[in-house]
Structure formats: C-alpha cells, structure tokens
C-alpha cells in the first residue's frame, strides 16, 4: 500500500487520484499503514486524503478503482501451506504447486464474495487484483465482474526491464515477447525496433551470468528453451533442489515474513516508533531475502543491488489506473482472460500477456504461439485451477484432491488426498470442503 501511495504521490496531472480508502478486517494494521501513508504525504499539497475503515461496503461505495490484495488465513496460513507440503516431501510455495493450490482453495470464496459486493456497491469500478494466486483469484473474480478485474504481478516487468538492461535497451521502448500464466510465464523475445536483440543475449554467456534468471536457471538451460522463464519456474525445472532447499532452511519463506510481519506491528505499536522508516526497513529485508533458498539450491548468492529496488507493482497500478481513466495508452503485461490469445486454452482462462491498455480496458495483444513443452505446462496448471474454482463452487472433497493429484508437481494420488486431509485438518477457511 505504502509503494501504491508513493506512486499517487508523484501524480499530480489532471483526474489523479485524489482520495483513498484503506479497509482491513484489523484495526491495528489499518492505524499502522495510516501512519506510515500520513509521513509520505506530509509535505505534499496535493496529496490524496486517506481515511480507513473496517466495513468492506463503506469501502467499496462510490469507489472509481477497487484494489484488492488480501491474505486469507494470514502469514500463519502461509507457513502451514508450506510446512504441510514439505512434510509429504512436495513444493508448498505461495503460489505454486501444493502450497498454491491449498492458499488458493482457500482464497477464491472470499474473492468471490467481494466480487459480488464490488458489482453491487460499484459497478462501474475498475478492480486491480494483488491477491495470489493472482491469476486463479483474477478468473474467480472475472466470473462476476467480466472484464473489469485485471490481476497484476511485477515479475514479468521484472525480467523485462532485466533483460532490457543487460542488452542496453530501454525497458519503456521494448516490446517483450512474454506470455503464460501468473508465475509460469516465459520471455521469448524482445524486441527494440522491429529486432528480436534475445538471440543476441542468449549466445553470450557472461551477459546470461549477469543477471538474476540467467544465473538461477543457468545459460545452457536457458540456450535449450531458447527463451527466459519466469523465476517461478525454477520450481518446476530445478523442482528436486528447490524443495530440497526448502526443507532444509532454517524458516520457509511464510514463517520468516509471519515473524517479520508481528515485529514490524509491534514496533508500529509504540507512539515514536518513526513509521515510514520501519515501513521502509521492513521492505528492505523483504526484498534482500526473496527467493533465498531457490538462489541457494542454484548456489549463486545474493541479489543484485538493481533488483533490490521496488519499482514494479505500483508502477504497473498507476499505468494501468491513468491508461483507463485518462486513456492514456499503455502496453502493460497483465492477467486478463484469454479470448483468442493461446489457442490450447478457452476464452474465459486468465492468462498473463502483454496487453494495450485504454478506457475500455486492457485488451490482449497477440503473440507468438507457446511450444509443446509450455502448452503442457500451461494447461496442465490450467486444469488444476479448475478443480480449485469447482471445488470452491462446489464444496467437493472429490474437486479438490484432482486439483492436488493433476498438478505436475504432486508426484501421486495418495499424497493429494493426504495433503487434503492435512489442509482441512489445519485451515479453519477449508471448513466449506464438506462432501
Ligand atoms: C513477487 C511476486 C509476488 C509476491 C512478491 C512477494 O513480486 O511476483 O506475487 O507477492 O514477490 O513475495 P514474498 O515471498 O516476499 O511474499
Ligand atoms: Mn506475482
């Protein structure tokens, strides 16, 4: 919140945004996000008013754009996904396999349910989804609000302005060949004047070592795919070594920034505590130990000070938001639904593709067709996402363990239906999975 602030901060053109309403179900993390806000805009004339709530619909009443980051069952939940997992020997990340689908199952009912608040109090509202998994909970969404929720991810503008700079492009004057879904995307082009500048970097070995997908994934794996995977794939292509790496870290990923979190609000909880400056430090250390143990398991040390930076998400929402309120053009990657785009997946499918963005919203471009490899990857995750929307329809036990026992990263059918006695067992938000 405090990045998106930042960047209305720095709008000050015509029909910027000019008030804000926090909401969140705690009052404690309202009052500390509030003070942090309150520090940036000190000093700034025409800085957006903020106010907060905890009542969701005075929230959404009036509202232009809707966004939506939420984290069902907290950083606890996080930390049991992947705990869970790991302990039948599979990923749990976030997003992506076990882990994902269990935060999935348990994320999609309540999009759903401010899905249908946002049609009734705003209908005219554009929706910009944060929330992971973010292209499942896009397309949960999508089922009711159609095409006025786009779901935004920063790793692909990531790689872009990654690749861009080490080729010596502008990022901002490059068209980047990326498609897929949300985290399991690939970058098979790029292009600076009508020219593909990708062949280039693939054949030059010391330009692959020197940035953060082309050390993880390594310049002969990268040379075979003839193209840059999203840094979400080193799950599925170095799967053993990354859960490897997670089981034998000290914390996984959720339980670092669960402990991370309660510092931060408690800190936050002291009268001089200096806001902006926890807020800042917090993100710091966020940022310093992102993927830790996948850079670990390719064994390739720290982050490159470039990438330590934030500059993806708020800039993305603000392009987006000054694109459809102003039609100010803008080609942005984005997780909108299929349409035509990949010919192996239906017109409702959210995919992640770059898109021409206007006032009637963001339209996807067209792209050259994915290989075999992809497609299956691609559709393969594709069918898992549909278990989970059925299941989360549906209640169905039965929709659920296909969800678990169809991702290519759940190695057999028993463990999906442990994993799902293991999720409902520990989350109280899977409790709808009666039948
Ligand atoms: C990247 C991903 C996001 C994720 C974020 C934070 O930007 O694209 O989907 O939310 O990293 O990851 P973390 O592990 O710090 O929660
Ligand atoms: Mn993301």
Not at 92 to 114: F, H, S
Not at 328 to 342: D, F, K, M, Q, S
Request: charged letters at 25%; proline letters at 4%.
């Amino acid at each position: 919140m405090p990045l998106v602030y930042g960047a209305l901060l720095g709008d000050h053109a015509e029909g910027r945004v000019t008030r804000v309403t926090l909401f969140d179900l705690d009052e404690g993390r309202l009052s500390a996000i509030a003070r942090v806000l309150a520090e940036q805009g000190a000093g700034v004339p025409d800085a957006p008013v903020v106010t907060a709530t905890t009542d969701l619909d005075e929230a959404l009443r009036g509202a232009d754009f809707v966004f939506s980051a939420i984290r069902v069952g907290g950083l606890d939940g996080r930390a049991a996904d992947e705990r869970i997992a790991l302990a039948e020997g599979v990923l749990g990340q976030e997003t992506v396999g076990a882990g994902g689908i269990a935060y999935g199952l348990r994320t999609v009912p309540v999009a759903v349910r401010i899905a249908r608040r946002i049609a009734e109090l705003a209908p005219d509202a554009w929706v910009i989804n944060f929330t992971n998994p973010a292209g499942l909970v896009t397309e949960a969404m999508s089922r009711i609000l159609g095409d006025r929720v786009i779901g935004i991810c920063d790793s692909p503008v990531g790689l872009g302005r990654r690749v861009a700079r080490i080729l010596g492009a502008d990022p901002d004057e490059a068209w980047i060949d990326y498609v897929g879904l949300n985290h399991l995307g690939w970058l098979r082009g790029l292009r600076i004047d009508g020219r593909d500048e990708l062949p280039r970097l693939l054949a030059d070995e010391e330009a692959l070592n020197s940035f953060e997908e082309g050390r993880l994934f390594g310049a002969e794996w990268l040379r075979s795919l003839g193209a840059i995977p999203n840094e979400y794939l080193h799950y599925y292509y170095f799967n053993r070594e990354a859960v490897q790496a997670y089981r034998s870290a000290e914390r996984t990923r959720g339980a670092y920034l669960r402990d991370q979190q309660a510092g931060f609000y408690q800190e936050m909880g002291k009268p001089d505590t200096p806001a902006l400056a926890t807020w800042h430090r917090t993100l710091a250390d966020r940022e310093a130990t992102y993927m830790a143990a996948n850079r670990e398991a390719a064994g390739i040390g720290e982050r490159d000070e470039e990438d330590l930076e934030s500059g993806g998400y708020e800039k993305v929402a603000l392009a987006l938001m000054r694109a459809v309120a102003r039609d100010e053009r803008a080609t942005l990657i984005l997780n909108v639904r299929n349409g035509t785009t990949l010919a192996a997946l239906d017109a409702d499918a959210v995919i992640e593709v770059p898109c021409l963005v206007d006032a009637n919203g963001a339209h996807p471009l067209s792209v050259s067709p994915l290989p075999y490899h992809a497609v299956g990857l691609v559709t393969a995750v594709k069918a898992v996402e549909r278990e989970v929307l059925a299941a989360a329809e549906s209640g169905s036990r039965a929709s659920a363990v296909k969800a678990f026992a169809l991702h290519p990263l759940v190695d057999s059918v028993t463990v999906a239906r442990r994993l799902v006695e293991g999720y409902t067992a520990e989350h109280a938000g899977l409790s709808y999975l009666r039948h």
